[in-house]
């Protein structure tokens, strides 16, 4: 079936450092969500990237969505102990409901 | 206040029986999921349902089964014939249109010995 695959699989950062995932597929993204998952936690939605090149913002996490729409990204920038978890992309297969999660990236940040 | 409840916490179950998993919600969503997790392993789509009395394997369905006899429930069950049962099974719904984000319940660790 579709695979999503993520790089890093583990990130540890010193506090204040920045932060990126990366979320690869061989086949063309339909809609890409971000989650993420604390330690000990269920996965929550951060955002859905839509468009070819879109790019958005929420305070110091920025998404970006590959013109080709085969690769996204989540850029933190200075990270803190809050942002401590496993980050998860997910397709949406157009015209199903089907939601295929990638490998995930485990953030641990050091104080 | 709106949610999905899995029960319980935590689960133990010997090998070879079979074992029921619970999910439970109240957000009025057509769609439901069941994803399992296993130790610094990403998300795996066991089953999922668009409408009640329909649903669909995911990419790991053998030795798992479900129903969905009501739009609020949709009970997974997994039997002795799942190699490797024990993981940490999120069940998760969505409002059904697309696109829409999924809500995921809080899980239950199932440890088979």
């Known amino acids: 079936g579709q695979q999503v695959m993520q790089i890093p699989q583990y990130q540890h950062v010193q506090e204040g450092e920045d932060f990126t995932t990366y979320c690869n597929s061989s086949?063309?993204?339909?809609?890409i969500q971000w989650y993420k998952q604390r330690p000990g936690g269920h996965p929550v939605f951060l955002i859905q990237l839509v468009k070819s090149g879109e790019v958005k913002k929420q305070k110091r996490l920025t998404f970006q969505f590959g013109e080709a729409k085969k690769n996204s990204s989540l850029h933190i920038t200075a990270t803190q102990t809050t942002d401590v978890g496993t980050y998860f992309c997910?397709?949406?297969?157009?015209?199903?409901?089907?939601?295929?999660f990638g490998t995930g990236t485990r953030l641990k940040v050091l104080a | 206040d709106g949610g999905i409840t899995q029960s319980p916490k935590y689960l133990f179950r010997k090998e070879g029986q079979n074992v029921t998993l619970s999910c439970e919600q109240n957000l009025n969503h057509d769609a439901m999921y069941w994803y399992r997790q296993d130790p610094g392993q990403g998300l795996r789509l066991i089953y999922y349902?668009?409408?009640?009395?329909?649903?669909q394997k995911g990419d790991i369905a053998e030795g798992y089964s479900v129903s969905r006899e009501k739009k609020e429930s949709f009970p997974l069950t997994v039997t002795s014939a799942q190699k490797n049962p024990t993981a940490f099974y999120l069940c998760?719904?969505?409002?059904?249109?697309?696109?829409?984000?999924?809500?995921f319940g809080n899980g239950t660790r199932l440890t088979v010995t």
């Open positions: 998760a719904s969505s409002p059904g249109t697309e696109p829409s984000t999924l809500h």
């Open positions: 086949t063309t993204l339909s809609n």
């Open positions: 349902s668009q409408i009640v009395n329909d649903f």
């Open positions: 997910a397709d949406i297969t157009s015209g199903t409901y089907k939601y295929i």
